[in-house]
């Protein structure tokens, strides 16, 4: 069974740091390409960070570019992102997915089949 599980939010004040984790199971992640997405309360689904099965390659949302970073542990069949000078208006429900085929868009949440159930970020003082 193909599942994939985030962890790693919680409660950071404006500043900090939090590295969320997306582990899979059912398939190995280094045959797929993942990205990261999140949502706000009231708001659509925004992509954050998309990595490449292909060659590692990153790209990332303007809003996140030189604060997040997105990594693969392929032994531990894991991807993480790391966010850091965290801000309020990053608070949301991030998610990540999966999917084999190399997405027209990464940060388009409509080019992946598979999605983990989500990880609460919450950036407050």
């Known amino acids: 069974q193909v599942q994939l599980v985030e962890s790693g939010g919680g409660l950071v004040q404006p500043g900090g740091s939090l590295r969320l984790s997306c582990v899979a199971s059912?398939?190995?992640?280094?045959?797929?390409?993942i990205g990261w997405f999140r949502q706000a309360p009231g708001k659509e689904r925004e992509g954050v960070s998309f990595?490449?099965?292909?060659?590692?390659?990153?790209e990332f949302a303007d809003s996140v570019k030189g604060r997040f970073t997105v990594s693969r542990d392929n032994a531990k069949n894991t991807v993480y992102l790391q966010m850091d000078s965290l801000k309020p208006e990053d608070s949301a429900i991030y998610y990540c997915?999966?999917?084999?085929?190399?997405?027209?868009?990464?940060?388009?949440?409509?080019?992946?089949?598979?999605w983990g159930q989500g990880t609460q970020v919450t950036v407050s003082s």
């Open positions: 990595i490449s099965r292909r060659d590692g390659a990153t």
């Open positions: 997915a999966a999917d084999q085929w190399e997405p027209v868009s990464g940060l388009s949440p409509y080019d992946y089949t598979f």
């Open positions: 059912g398939f190995t992640l280094d045959a797929y390409y």
